[in-house]
């Protein structure tokens, strides 16, 4: 697997330069710092609007056939990045390998806060079709807590006055103000959310108000020592804050081969998202108490002794019974599933004085008399009978491996690729080579295709 490309989208008035000193602090890390159209090296590109815009940086991303990638979006940057995000979890093809998303003092997918007087300012500012000087220095001062250094504050200053003047009004007078809230909707992805502890219209509030509601279980860090420029003001500690925020993304990351063949046209979109669903953990479901958690972790460890977090899927399974989706059956003899899943904790720890604190090999022990039915029990009725228990344990295996089996990861680690024969086109792929030992091209590694 190779590391998250970042992909870094920047603020009005500036360009992809603003991530130099950012860049510099994260060191040997993949990364691809783009201009956004009518600004930087695209100023000549004029005024675009959200979508079009969004749809150029996802067409942009779809080229460069990346596995794995981060988002990295500063200000305007940040509202287009939030979209970019909804559309790779609905399950879009080509951008199934965004990993994370990273928001620094962004703009939200509502309307941005702004006092009209000082909208009014900046658009009038471009009067003549270019800007003043004086007027690029305004518009750096009133977004940074103190004086950037020569070099970068010059270098600001040039890009405000290098942007195309169609592009800076059209984004205050339309794309800022533009209500994409619905669209976005609530975004599963881990984020980290970054505010300038001194920025007006977009610091601390401002993002928990009208970004934080769109990921849910995002984090929120405030940097001292800086407004809104906070690529230019704290370049080491935005650079440190992203870092550390890969760092949390091993863990979903797919092989290159597979996460590739995840985003292709050979699936469709609603697949494609329903896995990617799965890449990220279940929202706190509430149905069991910490000890019930305990004890289906320490049964997950017993009945699948694999590469796996065992905690993390009695979370998965949790959330399943929780919201009611299980796999459709349940055994006569058995309750329904919330209440026979109970009940067999209950069980299990009452036999066992305490099912997670045993030895792997006692707990092993004990679930092969439970399978075989030949432990005795007592007539409770808060209890399930021996038979009962057996039923139930069986289900509880079944579920545990449908569960592991039903993750991506877990697709790639034993490889299956089932899911990858339809698309959304009109006529669905399916296989050509059907004889046992035979794979097709697109099954075989990247590296073995001739």
Not at 71 to 79: A, D, I
Not at 236 to 264: E, K, N
């Amino acid at each position: 697997m190779t590391r998250p490309t970042l992909i870094f989208l920047h603020a009005l008035g500036a360009s992809a330069r603003e991530w130099d000193a950012v860049m510099a602090a994260l060191g040997d890390v993949p990364r691809l710092a783009l201009d956004l159209p009518g600004f930087g090296t695209q100023a000549v590109a004029g005024y675009r609007d959200v979508a079009d815009m969004v749809d150029g940086l996802a067409d942009e991303i779809r080229a460069c056939a990346l596995s794995s990638w981060v988002l990295v979006g500063h200000s305007m940057g940040g509202k287009l990045a939030t979209l970019l995000a909804a559309r790779a979890q609905a399950g879009e093809a080509g951008l199934s390998g965004l990993a994370g998303i990273v928001l620094v003092a962004a703009s939200p997918p509502c309307p941005e806060p702004m006092a009209e007087a000082r909208r009014a300012e900046m658009i009038g500012w471009w009067a003549t079709g270019t800007i003043a000087e004086r007027d690029a220095r305004t518009f750096v001062d009133a977004n940074i807590a103190a004086p950037l250094p020569p070099a970068m504050d010059a270098q600001m200053i040039a890009d405000v006055r290098r942007s195309n003047g169609q592009a800076w009004r059209g984004w205050l007078q339309r794309g800022s103000l533009e209500d994409w809230s619905d669209t976005a909707g609530r975004i599963a992805l881990p984020a980290l959310i970054v505010a300038g502890a001194e920025d007006g219209d977009l610091g601390e509030d401002a993002q928990r108000r009208l970004n934080l509601p769109h990921f849910p279980g995002a984090r929120m860090e405030t940097v001292p020592g800086a407004a809104h420029l906070i690529p230019y003001e704290q370049p080491a500690r935005l650079a440190a804050l992203i870092a550390a925020h890969c760092d949390t993304l091993a863990a979903p990351r797919l092989p290159d081969d597979f996460a590739r063949l995840l985003g292709s046209d050979r699936v469709g979109a609603r697949t494609r998202a329903a896995m990617l669903a799965r890449m990220q953990p279940p929202a706190p479901a509430g149905l069991w108490t910490p000890a019930q958690r305990a004890t289906v972790a320490a049964l997950v460890a017993r009945i699948l002794p694999v590469d796996h977090d065992p905690a993390d899927l009695a979370h998965r399974i949790e959330a399943t019974l929780a919201d009611g989706k299980g796999d459709g059956w349940r055994f006569a003899d058995l309750p329904a599933d919330r209440d026979a899943w109970g009940r067999g904790l209950a069980t299990l720890d009452a036999w066992t004085g305490g099912f997670p604190a045993l030895a792997p090999a006692a707990q092993d022990a004990w679930l092969d008399r439970i399978a075989q039915g030949d432990e005795a029990g007592d007539d409770d009725p808060a209890l399930l009978s021996p038979r009962q228990m057996l039923l139930w344990f069986e289900d509880v295996r079944a579920e545990t491996v449908r569960c592991w089996v039903s993750l991506p990861a877990t697709m790639a680690r034993i490889g299956y690729d089932g899911f990858a024969t339809g698309g959304d086109g009109p006529r669905k792929q399916g296989y050509v080579r059907t004889a046992a030992d035979e794979l097709e091209p697109w099954q075989q590694p990247a590296e073995t295709r001739s």
